[in-house]
């Protein structure tokens, strides 16, 4: 799906082939990678928020669909630049980025079974 020559897994993992492409994409100093891919994450988590903040102060009202189109792009810009982060933050942290995904959907399935998706704590 990314344009990669050999896909790493098997049955064609999406997230997993992102994360390949990520790594190919990435220039920082390992040193103080865990430093870099958190702040990267932090600002780019920002940036989502900077223009969600325009649309709520009404900076688009009255400018028509177009407008409204380009700020629509600009914040999926927005975040891909999180999932790039995302994506190398758990490759340093010895994870596939599919893993993320895969635990992340199974706790909130739990929680919609359980009736918890609302409320406070990480172990609900
Ligand atoms: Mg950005």
Do not use: H
Not at 81 to 105: C, H, M, P, R
Request: charged residues 35%.
């Amino acid at each position: 799906m990314f344009g990669l020559d050999f896909p790493n897994d098997p049955n064609g993992n999406d997230f997993d082939d992102y994360q390949i492409a990520t790594r190919k994409t990435a220039v920082y100093s390992q040193d103080k990678a865990l430093e870099y891919l958190s702040l990267g994450l932090c600002s780019e988590a920002g940036e989502v928020a900077g223009k969600i903040k325009k649309i709520v102060r009404g900076d688009y009202e009255g400018k028509g669909a177009q407008a409204y189109d380009e700020v629509r792009k600009k914040i999926l810009d927005e975040c891909g630049d999180v999932l790039w982060y995302v994506s190398e933050l758990t490759q340093l942290l010895g994870f596939k980025l599919s893993e993320a995904a895969e635990s992340n959907i199974e706790k909130l399935r739990d929680r919609k079974a359980r009736g918890t998706v609302q409320g406070d704590g990480d172990n609900r």
